[in-house]
């Protein structure tokens, strides 16, 4: 009966310590989400990766406290024409409910430089002054590995995550492609191809996907 009585704080501090380590390894799950690439949407996001290791998209993970900053994407032009610019959007839903009076914790990074019709503001016409990014040129057929987030961004953007919450209640991040820059000036955003409106800078003209790869086609 003795031997039976000091069992049991043994048997229940084990059980304890498997139960504070099942916790532990739940809430350092994350989770990325791809969004559904857009009809006739120049690039494709061909691998997710945490580091140097593959991950798949909607399949749990472990990782740390920092993991953002661990993530990027590898993506493929999968158009005809060389790009010089790409803009992947990052938005943490756990961090609000996406309304303006709770809005979330949007991360996300460019790479290469967008062209000088860009460069005006389409609202004002006035020429923007930011400091250009490095120049990319991603030709058809060839893939590009791009963070998630900026080295330089991401203290930025932990600070406004743990305005709301804990850095580690963050397990999930939705990420999609939003804007693509030709080498020709043309554009691609939110699943819409633009050309550039040579009277008035910083504005764009909607065109059809079938007439821009034919102006394409044409070069």
């Not at 590009?144 to 953007?157: A, F, M, S, T």
């Amino acid at each position: 009966m003795k031997y039976t009585c000091a069992r049991i704080p043994l048997i229940l501090a084990l059980l304890t310590q498997i139960t504070v380590a099942q916790n532990s390894a739940e809430t350092n799950l994350r989770t990325i989400h791809l969004w559904p690439s857009h009809k006739n949407a120049p690039v494709e996001v061909v691998k997710v990766m945490k580091g140097t290791t593959e991950i798949q998209p909607d399949v749990a993970f472990e990782a740390g406290d920092d993991w953002l900053k661990e993530i990027s994407v590898s993506l493929r032009n999968v158009s005809h024409s060389k790009i010089v610019f790409v803009n992947v959007d990052a938005h943490l839903p756990e961090t609000g409910e996406g309304t303006q009076e709770n809005p979330r914790v949007a991360a996300g990074n460019s790479v290469g430089q967008e062209p000088e019709q860009a460069m005006y503001s389409a609202l004002t016409g006035q020429r923007r002054h930011e400091a250009a990014g490095e120049p990319i040129n991603l030709e058809p057929g060839t893939e590009l590995v791009i963070p998630i987030i900026g080295e330089r961004d991401y203290e930025g953007i932990k600070s406004l995550i743990e305005v709301k919450n804990a850095v580690s209640s963050v397990r999930k991040c939705e990420i999609w492609v939003t804007t693509v820059y030709f080498a020709d000036g043309t554009k691609w955003a939110s699943g819409i191809y633009w050309r550039p409106d040579e009277h008035r800078p910083g504005k764009y003209l909607r065109m059809r996907f079938e007439d821009w790869s034919e102006m394409q086609h044409a070069r």
